[in-house]
Every structure is written in structure tokens, then in C-alpha cells.
């Protein structure tokens, strides 16, 4: 089976750095998926990594060790409108498997 | 067109009533999904077709019944729902079913009274 952990809830002020780790136990391994959901809204992909090492998009980058089975997101200057659920996601030779999500609240 | 729609956007439905679900996607994209989510949780995947043809039924009980008519549509059809049945009901879809990369519709709201 599979299973994957991250903070069930994060909290940072506006403008700063936050961190969102998670780590996962999987039978075969692909790579490992960020998707942002907000309220009432549908999940969009936010990064993907296949290889150990930081990915950087804009304010976001994705981390990931495969040797540690751990992988993080990293959101800077953070805006209120990051106010959202992260999950992660690992690939597998299946559809995604999606952690439990993360929900970010930016406060001022 | 990277664009995944879906109808209806809220549905009210008795337990004896049949509705169905809607999806569409223009982007070629040879896996489609049906996933559930309940509030403050990660979507449950329901189904999966590829290349039209149902791979993966997550024992869902059968009062929910996928089809898919054509490699861009996708139909949710729902008969004798029950009350925990209501959540958000989300279409994706992907270039093939193993992508990391998957495209959410907006999903479709039901509520069963």
C-alpha cells in the first residue's frame, strides 16, 4: 500500500517563507506531484519531481530526496491569495495517490 | 484548450430520483477520472478510463455508474443516492493514466435529501 504524510494545517504571515514537507511510503515510485486547491475550487497542478533535487516555479519550488522519501513545497512572498489546500501526490504505475493536503492560511 | 467542463455545477437530488454527471475535455487527453471529495478532505478516486475503456473501479458501490461515450466525454450516472453520498464530485483528466499531471473540472456540488 501506500501512504504519504504532510502538516495537516500551516499558518504564515504575508510576505514570508513557508515550507510544506511531506513524506510517503510507496511500492514503486515515479515522482512526486503539488496540487493547490482553494475553497470551492477544483485542484490545479502546481510542480512535479522526478528527481531528487529543488524545482523552482516562480514564488513556488518543489524539493525532493528520494532516499529519504520526503518531499517538500516551498511558497515565497507569500500573497493572501495562497490561502489554500496543498496536497501532495506520488506517482506510481496508477493514478496519483493524494496526502491528506495541507491547508495554508496567510494571515497579515 | 486546457480546459476540463463540467455540468452541473449544483445538484439537488432525492433518493429515488436518476441523475447523471457530465464531463468534457478537448485536449486529446486518453484518461479521465472520476473522483469524490468530502469537505477538508483529498479527492477519492472513484474511476478511471483509458482510452475509453474502464481500467480501474474503486469499489464503488453501483448506484454510481460511469460511462464514457466517446474519448471527450465522460458521464457520471447516479440512481438511489444516499444522503452521505453528497460531496463535490470532480472529472480530471491526463495524457495517459500513470501522468502526474492531471486536469481538474470544477466539479459538480450534490447534495441527496
Known amino acids: 500500500g501506500q501512504s504519504l504524510e504532510q502538516p495537516s494545517e500551516v499558518t504564515a504571515v504575508e510576505g514570508a517563507i513557508v515550507q510544506i514537507n511531506c513524506t510517503y511510503q510507496?511500492?514503486?515510485?515515479?515522482?512526486l506531484s503539488w496540487y493547490q486547491q482553494h475553497d470551492g475550487g477544483a485542484p490545479t497542478f502546481l510542480s512535479y519531481n522526478a528527481l531528487d533535487g529543488l524545482e523552482e516555479t516562480g514564488r513556488f519550488s518543489s524539493f525532493l530526496s528520494r532516499s529519504d522519501s520526503y518531499g517538500y513545497l516551498l511558497l515565497q512572498e507569500l500573497q493572501m491569495k495562497d490561502s489554500a489546500s496543498y496536497f501532495c501526490a506520488v506517482s506510481l504505475n496508477t493514478p496519483l495517490v493524494f496526502g491528506k493536503g495541507t491547508r495554508l492560511s496567510v494571515i497579515a | 484548450d486546457t480546459e476540463v467542463t463540467q455540468t452541473p455545477k449544483h445538484l439537488v437530488m432525492g433518493m429515488t430520483n436518476k441523475k447523471s454527471l457530465k464531463c468534457e475535455q478537448h485536449m486529446g487527453h486518453r484518461a479521465m477520472y472520476w473522483y469524490k471529495q468530502k469537505a477538508k478532505k483529498p479527492p477519492e478516486l472513484m474511476f478511471v478510463?483509458?482510452?475509453?475503456?474502464?481500467?480501474i473501479n474503486e469499489s464503488v458501490p453501483s448506484r454510481f455508474s460511469p460511462e464514457c461515450p466517446n474519448s471527450s466525454l465522460l458521464n457520471l450516472h447516479l440512481h438511489a443516492l444516499q444522503p452521505e453520498d453528497s460531496a463535490l464530485y470532480l472529472c480530471?483528466?491526463?495524457?495517459?493514466?500513470?501522468?502526474?499531471?492531471?486536469?481538474f473540472g470544477p466539479g459538480t456540488r450534490l447534495t441527496v435529501t
Open positions: 478510463y483509458s482510452y475509453e475503456k474502464l481500467s
Open positions: 510507496t511500492s514503486g515510485f515515479y515522482g
Open positions: 480530471a483528466s491526463s495524457e495517459g493514466q500513470g501522468s502526474y499531471e492531471q486536469y
